[in-house]
T-cell receptor, first 113, second 117 residues
């Protein structure tokens, strides 16, 4: 069973702090990794994707990937109350014949004003 | 990114009836679409992978006779929940993917909130 694991939270951080969200995955052959944000009752929206080991920065967001440890994380700097949402880690895994998106359970983030 | 339109956004139906959900890819030809279900406070669970012109591939535990998927064109896939029951009440989301091998980005529809009473 191919899995993606996340701490469900909630993770509470004060406004302006750094929020750190973590994700581990079981399929060592996975090559692409995505972070989505989902507000209650809405569809997920893509924040970042990362394919290579190391860090990738986009504005206040930094994704970190360590394939050896099968670990991907998302850092949110200068957290704002509007960042309060559920953050889903997704891993694109190859199943015979096709690629599939497998999602983690999501981490609920609360940014306290 | 691609635009995916999903309808209806919200539907309430009586137990035993069927409900059809449409997922349209508006600006590119989607050979593959994915259907997810999400229960409250849970993650998206992949139900099936829909390939244009062929039968859908269902995930383990998903009843293919209950969740009928049709992907007759490159821009439209439908999910029909047959003989719906209250336990089928959930948030259903479709997505298309621009397949580039491992580097595939998914684009999601707006989701359909199904309530079976």
């Amino acid at each position: 069973q191919k899995e993606v694991e996340q701490n469900s939270g909630p993770l509470s951080v004060p406004e302006g702090a750094i929020a750190s969200l973590n994700c581990t995955y079981s399929d060592r052959g996975s090559q692409s990794f995505f972070w989505y944000r989902q507000y209650s009752g809405k569809s997920p929206e893509l924040i970042m994707f990362i394919y290579s080991n190391g860090d990738k920065e986009d504005g206040r967001f930094t994704a970190q990937l360590n394939k050896a440890s099968q670990y991907v994380s998302l850092l949110i700097r200068d957290s704002q109350p509007s960042d309060s949402a559920t953050y889903l880690c997704a891993v694109n895994m190859f199943d015979p014949g096709t690629y599939k998106y497998i999602f983690g359970t999501g981490t609920r983030l609360k940014v306290l004003a | 990114g691609a635009v995916v339109s999903q309808h209806p956004s919200r539907v309430i139906c009586k137990s035993g009836t069927s409900v059809k959900i449409e997922c349209r890819s508006l600006d590119f030809q989607a050979t593959t679409m994915f259907w997810y279900r999400q229960f409250p406070k849970q993650s998206l669970m992949l139900m099936a992978t829909s390939n244009e012109g062929s039968k859908a591939t269902y995930e383990q535990g998903v009843e293919k006779d209950k969740f009928l998927i049709n992907h007759a064109s490159l821009t439209l896939s439908t999910l029909t929940v047959t003989s719906a029951h209250p336990e089928d009440s959930s948030f259903y989301i479709c997505s298309t993917a621009q397949i580039q091998g491992a580097r595939t980005e998914a684009f999601f529809g707006q989701g359909t909130r199904l309530t079976v009473v």
